[in-house]
């Protein structure tokens, strides 16, 4: 099965909630106002990772789709942004 990395920006995440709406299983809002990517890695600094695989990736498209600020990026297995 195809495998998808989800790379979260939740240092610029403006608390809109549009991603937990459409894909509340992986997105869900903290008490600080900024969404949370569930089961994620801290990677970096405040960069959050996670892997997927095929069946979640049209729910987490739709949320990187939905994010007005766009800091959710999703990357397929040779590194490209999958939109
Ligand atoms: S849609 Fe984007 S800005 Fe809004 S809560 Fe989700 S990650 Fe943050």
Redesign the pocket.
């Given at each position: 099965m195809t495998k998808y990395k989800v790379v979260?920006d939740?240092a610029?995440?403006?608390?809109?909630?549009?991603?937990?709406i459409v894909a509340e299983k992986f997105?869900q809002?903290d008490s600080d106002?900024?969404?949370d990517?569930v089961g994620a890695t801290l990677t970096g600094n405040d960069i959050w990772e996670r892997e997927i695989d095929e069946n979640d990736l049209p729910k987490n498209q739709e949320?990187a789709r939905?994010?007005?600020?766009?800091?959710?990026k999703i990357f397929d297995e040779a590194n490209k942004e999958v939109l």
């Open positions: 979260y939740r610029n995440c403006t608390g809109v909630a549009a991603c937990t997105w809002m106002d900024k969404a990517l949320a939905s994010c007005p600020v766009k800091v959710i």
